[in-house]
């Protein structure tokens, strides 16, 4: 059996919790998100703890256990306190840029054109940027899954160059660098 599968989530007290027809919805201060369950998977709500438990134990069932914990708990985490990534433009002249409106960041990565994204609304973004210091991109959301992807859409736009260390990256991430051409001397 699943031992992650197995614990008990603790709901807060600002949380609202519904369940109907396989579709869990999670309400908090931050937002609302909602989750299709799949599989033979039963959750019981009583005494603000939420317990899953398998109907049958089959291979599948066993497998997607603990997963649907961790994302129940994921969700409950998002709508109380948010989640954040944060990511940065390393490079002479890369530059991103909030429109007034907060509907648009428009990136100048090295190419001949300017890059345009639109922000959906469940997304906040904020720019840092600090003399002498690369521009910092701080993507915050409530819901875990679309803020990674997002983030990763972000980082696709300039990958960072193994060989100079140019590009988008998150803070944080290591880049492993590779040795450029060297030319040997003849004697």
């Known amino acids: ?15 609202l919790i519904k369940i109907n027809k396989n579709v869990l919805y999670v309400t908090g201060p931050l937002g609302t998100l909602d989750m299709k369950l799949i599989g033979d998977l039963q959750i019981e709500n009583e005494d603000n703890k939420i317990t899953i438990k398998r109907i049958y134990n089959n291979k599948y069932n066993k497998s997607i256990h603990g997963l649907y914990r961790m ?7 998002g709508v109380l306190y948010g989640f954040k990534k944060e990511l940065e433009l390393k490079g002479v002249g890369y530059k991103v840029a909030l429109d007034n409106d907060k509907q648009f960041l ?30 910092r991109l ?6 875990k899954q679309f803020l990674g992807i997002f983030a990763a859409k972000i980082r696709s736009l300039r990958k960072p160059d193994p060989y100079k260390g140019k590009g988008i990256r998150y803070i944080n991430e290591y880049i492993i660098k590779k040795a450029g051409k060297t030319t040997v001397k003849s004697k």
Do not use: C, W
């Open 1 to 15: 059996m699943s031992r992650i599968g197995k614990r008990t989530i603790i709901i807060p007290h600002n949380i």
């Open 71 to 77: 994302l129940i708990k994921n969700m409950i985490r």
């Open 106 to 135: 428009a990136f100048n990565l090295g190419y001949s054109h300017n890059i345009v994204i639109n922000l959906p609304k469940e997304l906040k973004v904020e720019i840092q940027n600090e003399k002498n210091q690369n521009t």
């Open 138 to 143: 701080i993507l915050r959301s409530y819901d």
